[in-house]
Structures are given as C-alpha cells and as structure tokens.
C-alpha cells in the first residue's frame, strides 16, 4: 500500500469524523432552544406541548412543541392561542392537571357586535377533551316571543344592552333545563 493511499484514506476518514461532530452539535444547539420555557406576562409559564413567539428575545420553536399548541404571547402582556380560526386568550396553564382557562378575546374586547353572534361549539377535537366540571351550556338571543318577553322569568334569563339603547334579553341553560 502506497503511503499516498494511505494519507488519503486518514485525511477523508478525519474529515468525516469532523462533519459529523459538527452536525451532531448543531442538531444539540437546536434543541437546546427547547429547554427554554414560553413564558408571558407573570401567569403564563410553560414547556412541551407549547410552542412560540414569548417576545423579541425569546422563540421557543415549532420542533420544540406540538402543532395546535402555538402561542403567541400580546404587546399588552396576555397570551393568545389560535383554536379553529378563533383568537382565544389565555389565562392559565395548569401543565400538571393539564388544564387551560380561556376565552374569546373579540368577545372581552366587545360582546356586542353583530358578527360575534355565532356557533361556538368545540366538539370532538384532537386536542382538547372537556374535564367532567365542564357543562354544556345554550344561549339563546334575538328570540321571537315568549323569550323576548322579560316578564317570562324563563331560568337563566339576563339582558345583555347591546345595540344601541335597545336591551336584548337572552337565557340560557343545559340540556337539564330543556327537558320536562
């Protein structure tokens, strides 16, 4: 074997060693950016599933988390979560009792407008399951007669002042309050 060959074989077999220990370390660097936590604002704390822009400084990636479970946290320090194309504000993770408490923030900005009028069931989701506190609750608005009618004293009723001056008078209930 020439002495040739044989440099050559140590040069290539030294310059595949080096790249793959570069590679290995990058791929660590990119993981070390999941050790970081998402935190916004003083409630919100959190690591895996969650994912996402916490402020300039901090970007906890996509990689780092699981798709849905994006957050975004707000230039007035409140977290936001988009979930079927709604903007919902986040106003605790309980990561140990794997809990959220939201809301629709179009609707704690203004309850009001006519659009904000619409569906908001969230049934059989992937990755959301509701705890046995929660219950399923109708609201009902703009009824015709006899709900319009506040001398009704249907149960759950209550007014919301919208539009204008006029008062709009609503109930609401479970499926218990439906049933005779």
Known sequence: MSSSFFFSFLFFTVLVFLLRCCDASEENNRYLKCSQQFICGDKINVTYPFWGLADRRMWRPGYCGLEGFELLCE??????????????????????????????????????????????????????????????????????????????????????????????????????????
Do not use: W
């Open 75 to 180: 230039g007035d320090g409140s977290t936001s979560m988009v979930f079927e194309d709604q903007r919902y504000i986040v106003f605790n993770i309980d990561q140990t009792n794997r809990t959220m408490n939201l809301a629709r923030r179009d609707l704690l900005i203004d309850p009001c407008l006519p659009d904000h009028y619409r569906n908001m069931t969230i049934n059989n989701h992937r990755l959301l399951e509701y705890t046995d506190a929660v219950k399923n609750i109708s609201i009902f608005y703009g009824c015709t007669d006899p709900c319009s009618d506040p001398r009704t004293g249907l149960p759950g009723e209550f007014s919301c002042p919208c539009e204008g001056d006029r008062t709009t008078v609503a109930f609401f209930g479970n499926e218990k309050s439906f049933v005779d």
